[in-house]
């Protein structure tokens, strides 16, 4: 049974097609291209797709956009409307919503700082509401912002606390911020993932997180994340690959080594790779040496694209001054 | 009715006696005096001396030690070590204590830091615990600890946070860490207070705090705390009764002067304070200048405390180190 | 001989004007009203005003608007406009400026972290005409910007690390920004001052600073300030104003209690004031509670003036794009 | 001509070592065990090793203890005081020393904030000595300690802000530093190096650093350096020895592909690695997983051990009260 691990949806697609040349049962695909962004929009329809994919019944929209790594004002503006167009229609509609956001990771380590960063940036109202005791507002949700990794080595579980906090304060629905890992590095801070079924196990930089989903919080969870590392598994594992394809173009058709090459199977390739990473005790991370100002860029596309979808009276023209 | 107004019970008892030259009914003092730092035990034990001394009853230890403003490492550690042994009296039976200690305040006003501060420096634990899979250690109690506030503005009550994860990890006691405001500039930050009987409404710098006690979650709660700020209407006040001191020794006996002195009613005082604050929003507070040098001291005095206090493998000689 | 004591020449200037009934010889001020802020422009114009004063020959422009404590959006874009302006006139020609940007004070003190937010907001550009080798771009300056307060007690003078980068890259200017001590708790955070002349001794939270000025620094200083505390001598101060006042009212003309209140001579004032503060060791001071909140408004209003009035291709429409 | 390209002494030197299986002429090489820890010194004592070394002539001692990488508090000790002991040998006479520390690195980016982290608990005096206008004291050395990194995108050079520091307050010596890349990640945060020869171009995490050393700086410059990250391409490097050596067991001796793996020349090893790179952009690193609170462990280790050194009041009884 064939069975991919990786934070994006678009990648697990991309696994199987690679492997099958077909798309997977049950899985609906929509591509969307708007300028420089390419937008992906998978969606896992049935237990079976559940199951290929590694990924919970549920959508998942891709924003790509090569471009992000350069710091260009206009694009980030525009990337913000895309994405705040997208998380609109995911979370429905958005009149007076009620939401928590949940900005995962630690703000310690650069590349998982990402959550923390997007949360301290959202325009947050829900002190507002119940200072001015208001139940609604045309032009403003109700929003609530947290960031249980910034509290650094609690002793507490994330989940535990935003358990905990959803419990008392019953929101409609959570927004979740994570740092997640890619298979490629070319990914890394170039893409953005919108998806409707939270945060699962395994995900993110950290990688115990307890889930954060509508089985385990009660409500719908939004999850948006952006892969800011690579696992080094993933680099050496790319690096087996390239170094085999140049033997393979230097060798004779039928040698032994040309068929030595071709059965190369899977598990001796995991085991190459495990000897290689030993030394690293597989607990490594590969990351750009400007992870910071990336993730900060990102923060604020992030934020402006929740302020919008959030808030029906914000929009782009205004959305930079409600950045925090 | 005489009632006062003081985060301190210390003050509360002192301007009662000053007024009435009596010892509060139901109020039991005790002191003592180790070297630089003096020790005064205050117990509130009915109903009436609760309300006249606006603190619920129960326990309320001050150490004083004016030497505090020095940077003294072998003074800060005498203190930490007096603190420790009166935090262990308060707690109790420390063996095998599953604590949560909760660091009140916004880190980003220096005064009101003290509690986020003292969070961090806290030796954590729980992780550990729950890692090994184990549930007691002679050594060590089972500590977590988190300061709601460092999450800025999040729309959320810090009540509501520390009741959501209290019910979720379901510890034996909080230790809530606040900075407190006092109504006289001499005891700011030379003045530690610890009370069996949680925080209550109205306490810490940032003024409409929720009730942090046993009633709001279900676990005692002790109260560390130390006056960081004065208000600016007790150095107002304080300035006028200096004012008519001095007019006073001027006066002649008998003069209508004189008897108008005597004769300001304390409905008019207030009013002059009031009058003389209006342009300042009733919203400011007088803090010493070095406040952060001071504050980042008594955090780790108190730290090192809750750390010999918690965890019984832990004493003065290596207590340093478990600093964070 | 008259002389004031503050860090803004309009007080000094309204001190003389309140004592002597006219306007101070060698000074000529102007004002102007722009919707809800009031600008006055006092140049001091020879030494004689000078020294009146207390403050150098040079301009000193103040924006006053009270509406600044409010969270406005667009009035923080309105007065980073204005501010901006007026800050062209003082630099002069802004075309390829060199400038060198200093945020003064600590961060991790609130009330004087202003400095070092606004250096943090700046759009920096100089790094980039080194790295591609320009000499002159028709939109941008050549900006660098440091905080020196930012590197904590270091062991050197902010004057020496000032001095010591601007010998080794010689700007034509330096911008210092400063949080202030005002006379009057109204202005607290509601007035900002641009001044030709520098920073001078005895300025600012931290009152022990070095002259930044061109003597010093061997290039033009300009300086931004905003009063962000109050001394608590000047609520003492104004305290026992008030309180005589109240007095003077009720004080039948002639009697020995009317005389007495206005003989009260300056000096006697004066030693009230010392023995009310003098548990305070004169090192405390009065700021809103606010405080962080409003520093960082006040941080955006300043770095987009900057970023407007030496980037000659920013303005108001895409500044905010430019904050950091 | 053979030439190595690593910010480790030790490793140029094993580099050497391994290809010609010989010591380098004009390198002297001595080593001790103490516990876990060894300490390796190499001396670079002419041109001619000075080239193949590719580091500058002068003393190297570097400390390795894989134990590092648990949280120990005893070992931590034992560590400082042994780089205490070393540092003390390369400053040489310790008294009355003016010492200015240089924490490099960006603190926003983890694995390059070791040196800020450490200028920040280093005990800092000079400020004192100019306040009590002493010029010696027997227990204190006259120390300074800046991070220029800690500013953030400035816009000017660390190496300019340093030469304008040192020009200004003219230390005796400088204590500079730098996180390091190092070829092996079982050295990253277990190796601690110190040279005397100051920082040259091209060391450290962020690798355009100008060089701090006498020449550039006029006093002897002394450097701490840790390899915080590995360079993806000594990963890539590393993974293709591996693929080749798993590959070499298997071919048969003589067969085409055993020679061709024997052939395979380091032109084409450093193109393969290239091109497995390319969409990495050639600026990505590796790094542990939990490095914040490696690098936070070690800052404490180098902070103590620099107290210890230029301190000659100090000593580990009561260094870690010391730590800011």
Redesign the interface.
């Known amino acids: 049974m064939f069975q991919v691990r990786t934070d994006l949806a678009l990648e697990a697609r991309e696994l199987y097609h690679e492997e099958k040349q077909q798309e997977i049962p049950g899985v609906a695909v929509d591509q969307e291209k708007i300028n420089d962004v390419t937008i992906t929009r998978v969606e896992i329809m049935n237990e079976e797709a559940q199951q290929i994919m590694g990924k919970a019944i549920g959508k998942y929209i891709t924003l790509e956009c090569k471009a992000l790594r350069r710091s260009d ?1 206009n694009l ?2 525009e990337v913000s409307q895309i994405l705040a167009k997208e998380l609109k229609e995911v979370v429905g509609n958005n009149t007076n919503i009620r939401a ?1 956001v949940v900005g995962l990771g ?1 703000w ?3 590349p998982d700082a990402l959550g923390p960063k997007v ?2 940036k959202v325009f ?4 507002l509401f119940q200072f001015y005791k208001k139940d609604r507002d045309e032009g403003l949700g109700q ?6 990794g ?8 994330t989940g ?2 935003v ?7 019953k929101p409609d629905i959570v927004v979740a911020i994570d740092a997640l890992a890619s298979r ?3 990914r890394v801070n170039t893409t953005i993932q919108i998806s409707s079924t939270g945060i699962n196990p395994g995900s993110g ?2 990688n115990k997180r307890k889930a954060l989903n509508k089985e385990t919080l009660g409500v719908p969870v939004i999850a948006i994340g952006v892969p800011t590392v ?1 696992d ?1 598994a993933t ?2 594992s ?3 690959h ?3 394809e ?2 393979s173009k ?3 058709k039928g ?3 040309y068929n ?1 090459l071709r059965e190369l199977k899977e598990e001796e390739k995991y085991s ?1 790779i495990r ?2 990473l030993e ?3 597989a ?10 100002k990336i993730v900060l860029d990102l923060s604020h596309i992030i934020a402006n694209a929740i302020n919008i979808a959030l808030h029906p009276g914000i929009d782009l023209k ?1 959305v ?5």
């Open positions: 004002a980030k503006d928590l630690n310690n380590v650069t949360a301290s947050v109202t829900r002190h929003i609530s912002a947290i960031s249980p910034v509290m650094g080595t609690t002793g507490v579980e535990e606390i358990q905990g906090i959803v419990e008392k304060i490629k590095m070319e930089v950290g690579v080094a680099l050496t790319d690096t087996i390239l170094v085999m140049a033997f230097q060798a004779q040698s032994q080594f030595m190459l000897e290689v030394p690293y005790n607990n490594v991370m590969v990351t750009p040496k400007d992870v910071d205004d930079n001054r409600y950045i925090h």
